[in-house]
């Protein structure tokens, strides 16, 4: 996936930019997730592979689905009427990063060979959970931007959760947060 060069200055911020990338990639797991979402690929559990053709057009995305031999199952297509729909290489469900076995001599096999697009491991796709995924994303990119905050001075101290410890070691409740 392309991502535009960071104009802010990655000595003074390295967090920010880390922040944009961690942003990057989970908007693109949460895209092919939706998008693949819009058909019945990712419901239907004969289907263990989608080719995604993302080059021959560029207003529409190109499926075709595999069984477990990696024969050709069906095709669908899904149109690109705005660039945040397009469905650019996924790592996480790319079967050549989660090494998946592709069948020799299959449709599946020939589909990888063209090299006019990727391919999702429909299993990787199936285990992921948007929500999950969301929560963590949020987490990371605020610990890439507290890293610069507390280099800066704006940050000195931060706590996580609903309660902090007493001197006694029990819970008390934080500030504000009285029932």
Known sequence: MFHPQSG??????????????????????????TRLSETDFLIDEAVMAVHVDNTSRADRV????????????????LYVDEPDQRLDITPEFDHDYNAMTVPAGSDLEQAVIRE?????????????????????????????????MMNSGQTRGFLFGDSIMGSSGSTTQTPGSEH
């Open 8 to 33: 802010s200055g990655s000595e003074e911020f390295p967090g920010f930019d880390q922040a944009r990338t961690i942003m990057w990639c989970y908007e693109a797991r949460a895209r092919t997730h």
């Open 62 to 77: 190109f499926l075709t689905a595999f069984d477990r031999d990696g024969q050709l199952l069906r095709g669908d297509t």
């Open 116 to 148: 006019n697009g990727w391919i999702i491991n429909m299993a990787s796709l199936r285990k992921y959970e948007p929500q999950e995924d969301r929560r963590a994303t949020q987490r990371a990119v605020f610990l890439a931007h507290l890293g610069d």
